[in-house]
C-alpha cells in the first residue's frame, strides 16, 4: 500500500486540484451568502496553493531521481556524450554479455556509425522498493539517428533499467534490458531481486 507521503509529494496535481475546486465552492458560498467567513477561508485555501508548490518544488522523491536519470541518459545518448552515460553506470553494470566497459565501447562504436539527432522518453514507469534501494524504470525511447546513406527515421526502442543507491540519494543503473516493442512479442524476463513496474 503506498505511503500518504508517496501520494502527496509524486504528484501534488490531484491536491492542487482539489484545494482550486475548494476555492469555487469558498467563492460560491461568499457571493451566495455575503458572509466574510468565506472570503477568509478563500485566502486560507489560497495560501496554501503556493506553499504546496514550494513544498513540491523542494521535496524531491526517489521515483523522480530515478526518472531523472533516465532523462540525463536521454540527454547524453542524444548529445553522443559517452562520459555523460559512464557517470550513470555502477561498476557492476551489465547489458547482455557487455559489462561496463562493453557498454561503454558499445556507445562509441554507435556514435562513430551513428549521428543522433533526436532522443524521446516515453510511458516512464519507475518502481521504488523502498526497503531494497532497488529501482526499476521501464520506458520507450524513441529516437532519430543518421547514418552514411540517410536518416533512419523514428525509431522505438524499449528498455528496463536496474538501479542501486549507492549512498544516500546517488542511484546508479546496475542493469540495462532490451524489451520487445510490440504486445504479443516474448516477455522480458525479469531481474531477480527487484520490483517489477
Not at 547489458?95 to 549521428?115: K, P, T, V, W
Not at 519507475?126 to 526497503?131: C, N
Request: charged share 25%; aromatic share 10%; hydrophobic share 50%.
Amino acid at each position: 500500500m503506498p505511503s500518504i507521503s508517496r501520494w502527496f509529494v509524486d504528484d501534488i496535481f490531484p491536491l492542487l486540484w482539489f484545494l482550486a475546486f475548494a476555492e469555487v465552492l469558498l467563492l460560491i458560498g461568499a457571493v451566495g451568502t455575503q458572509r466574510g467567513r468565506y472570503v477568509i477561508a478563500m485566502l486560507l485555501v489560497g495560501l496554501c496553493l503556493p506553499l504546496l508548490l514550494g513544498l513540491d518544488w523542494f521535496l524531491i522523491t526517489e521515483r523522480e531521481r530515478v526518472a531523472d536519470i533516465v532523462y540525463d541518459l536521454a540527454e547524453a545518448v542524444e548529445k553522443e556524450d559517452v562520459a555523460g552515460i559512464a557517470r550513470y553506470l555502477a561498476p557492476d553494470c551489465h547489458y547482455g554479455r557487455f559489462d561496463r566497459a562493453g557498454i561503454l565501447a558499445l556507445a562509441q562504436r554507435s556514435f562513430d556509425r551513428y549521428e543522433v539527432e533526436r532522443v524521446r522518453i516515453r510511458r516512464l514507469e519507475v518502481s521504488v522498493s523502498e526497503g531494497s534501494r532497488l529501482a526499476v524504470a521501464d520506458f520507450f525511447a524513441i529516437g532519430v539517428a543518421r547514418d552514411q546513406t540517410g536518416s533512419s527515421g523514428w525509431q522505438p526502442t524499449r528498455w528496463r533499467l536496474a538501479f542501486r543507491e549507492i549512498v544516500p540519494d546517488h542511484w546508479m543503473v546496475t542493469a540495462v534490458v532490451r524489451l520487445p516493442e510490440l504486445p504479443g512479442q516474448a516477455a522480458p524476463r525479469p531481474i531477480p531481486g527487484l520490483p517489477q513496474p
